[in-house]
């Protein structure tokens, strides 16, 4: 029994991450149409700059992930003006193509800048564990279920409950019929990008004290975040969180039960099982049939 606790601690950790990760893609799917394949470097560029800030610089912990976020979301704001935008009516193939072709040129830049070696990132607490009767329990894994309870919720409540969120949700569902009541579609546009980059941010700098840091730390993450994506339901946030929960939690216990060489094969096999069953996934949203 402490050995499947143990075991969905772990998995409900990198199912938040994987959360993080889906949530940040769902946006610009969601509010843009488009599906950003250079996502995974976003969250490699969150560990590296963890890094900067923190080990290289010296900087507090705390001031770090805060640059961290807001160099993020800088970056998410930059993609807006000079990328996204110029591909705004371009055809759904060119714009992936064009968010491919930038993954691979910035993870050319992060080799540049930060060398080819792999980086650490120490945790705010430390690497010891606290010892809840049989299960030890590590105290950066609970800073991010605790982060991921928060900013989820705290999400899920402005997007139904404030009027920015409704204004996000009506561009996402018809951006015409949304301009035509007066909402400013490339502004909430901007806002998602930056909202993206931002969460893609704080999950590389999360993540990067479980693992290293390197320059395809984030393909590993996006491609998990993409599978819960698929598995939640294209432009779904709630389906985002859910499908990451469920891609971590079924590959711990693949990895624990069965071998840690196959919960990459376990976890992929779930999402042609999910598309077999609901093609349009968990929680379908009306934003799914536009793509």
Request: charged share 10%; glycine share 12%; proline share 3%.
């Amino acid at each position: 029994m402490s050995t499947l606790l143990q075991v969905l601690f772990s998995g409900a950790t990198m199912g938040c991450v994987y959360a993080f990760v889906a949530l940040g893609f769902t946006l610009t799917i969601a509010a843009a149409g488009v599906v950003n394949f250079a996502y995974s470097e976003w969250v490699t560029y969150g560990a590296y700059l963890g890094v900067t800030f923190a080990v290289i610089l010296g900087w507090p912990l705390w001031l770090a992930l805060t640059a961290t976020i807001a160099a993020c979301v800088l970056i998410g704001c930059l993609f807006q003006l000079f990328i996204f935008t110029p591909l705004e009516g371009r055809h759904f193939l060119t714009t992936v193509s064009a968010t491919i072709g930038i993954a691979l040129a910035m993870q050319a830049l992060a080799t540049l800048v930060w060398g080819p070696y792999p980086l650490t990132l120490p945790t705010f607490f430390g690497a010891g564990a606290v010892q809840v009767g049989s299960i030890a329990l590590f105290p950066h894994n609970l800073l991010i279920i605790a982060l991921a309870i928060v900013i989820i919720g705290g999400l899920q409540l402005a997007m139904t409950r404030t009027s920015l969120g409704l204004k996000l949700q009506a561009t996402a569902q018809d951006s015409n019929a949304a301009r035509l009541m007066g909402i400013r579609v490339r502004r909430m546009r901007a806002l998602a990008y930056c909202l993206s980059a931002g969460i893609a941010g704080l999950s590389g700098f999360l993540v990067a004290p479980l693992f290293v840091v390197t320059n395809t730390m984030g393909f590993g993450l996006m491609l998990k975040g993409f599978a819960a994506t698929i598995v939640g339901g294209w432009g779904s946030l709630k389906g985002a969180v859910f499908g990451g929960l469920l891609v971590g939690l079924i590959e711990a216990i693949g990895a624990a039960y069965l071998s840690s060489e196959y919960k990459e094969t376990i976890a992929f096999a779930m999402i042609v099982l999910v598309l077999l069953v609901r093609p349009k996934g968990l929680f379908p949203e009306r934003i799914a049939e536009k793509l």
